[in-house]
């Protein structure tokens, strides 16, 4: 890697005019300056896409009319990456959802770690949870390296993630698998560096605001113990299964994975 590489820095957006100056401003702050953003709207019915388009030192794209992948905007928005992944040209790539946003240090963390760790492909930050009264709280204060030795296991959020650009193109098949339509990019990612990559780590720097929205996806459809929370969870066994036996690599089924597939099939 070069001593001073260009970053993709991604953002995708839906529906978050409130939050979209602060996000791409905080991307034009950085203390880094060899980056590029790029930012990639989803048919968004707000103003999030003319508030994009004000900044000139930006690349704006959008999808003029959302294709409709799934009832929920979890596939849309890992769709709405890989399509700006496509526009973008970084040796390294980061992700960005357009309510979240970075520290001032984010990216020149990021790339020192990068090149101090020459072999490693993929990383993760700690975030810093922002709530609407603009309380915070930091939930990874001690680090959880581990993947498999948890039945759930907790990984930071998508905007958290950053990936070398070879390895992203390289999975970017499984990382868009329709199959999965309710697994979100950083359950995806999480599982591909535990698995595949084994580089699953994460820097012990809280580098990225992670907005907690209360009207958010997760918050609204996605309730602990609900119907598609369950949906959800038999999903994310099954997608290990199926990059397991994809790549070969050992996998034997949990009682976690059994009692949420029987549970399931009883709420459909």
């Known amino acids: 890697m070069q001593k001073k590489p260009l970053v993709s820095i991604l953002i995708a957006s839906f529906n978050k005019e409130m939050y979209v100056k602060r996000c791409i401003e905080s991307c034009l702050k950085q203390s880094y300056k060899k980056t590029e953003i790029i930012f990639y709207d989803d048919a968004s019915k707000d103003s999030s896409l003319k508030i994009a388009k ?5 690349k704006v794209f959008s999808n003029k009319k959302n294709k409709g992948f799934s009832k929920f905007n979890t596939y ?17 790539i980061i992700f960005l959802d357009s309510d979240d946003f970075y520290k001032k240090n984010k990216v020149s963390e990021i790339v020192k770690y990068f090149i101090k760790k020459k072999d490693s492909t993929i990383v993760f930050d700690k975030p810093i949870f922002l709530f609407n009264n603009n309380k915070t709280s930091q939930p990874f204060k001690k680090l959880n390296k581990s993947f498999k030795k948890n039945i759930w296991p907790k990984f930071p959020s998508q905007s958290c993630i950053s990936i070398k650009r070879s390895v992203f193109n390289k999975y970017i098949d499984d990382i868009k698998n329709k199959n999965f339509s309710m697994l979100t990019l950083d359950f995806r990612l999480a599982v591909l560096a535990n698995t595949i990559l084994e580089d699953f780590f994460i820097i012990d720097k809280n580098l990225t605001y992670y907005f907690q929205d209360n009207d958010g996806e997760n918050s609204s459809k996605f309730k602990k113990f609900g119907l598609n929370w369950w949906a959800r969870r038999n999903q994310a066994h099954s997608y290990m299964r199926y990059i397991a036996h994809k790549y070969k690599v050992a996998y034997s089924t949990n009682l976690d994975s059994v009692i949420t597939k029987f549970i399931s099939s009883l709420l459909r």
Do not use: L, T, V
Request: hydrophobic share 25%.
């Open 54 to 58: 004000k900044y000139k030192k930006i």
């Open 76 to 92: 849309p928005q890992i769709n709405s990456y890989c399509e700006a992944f496509k526009k973008s040209k970084g040796e390294i």
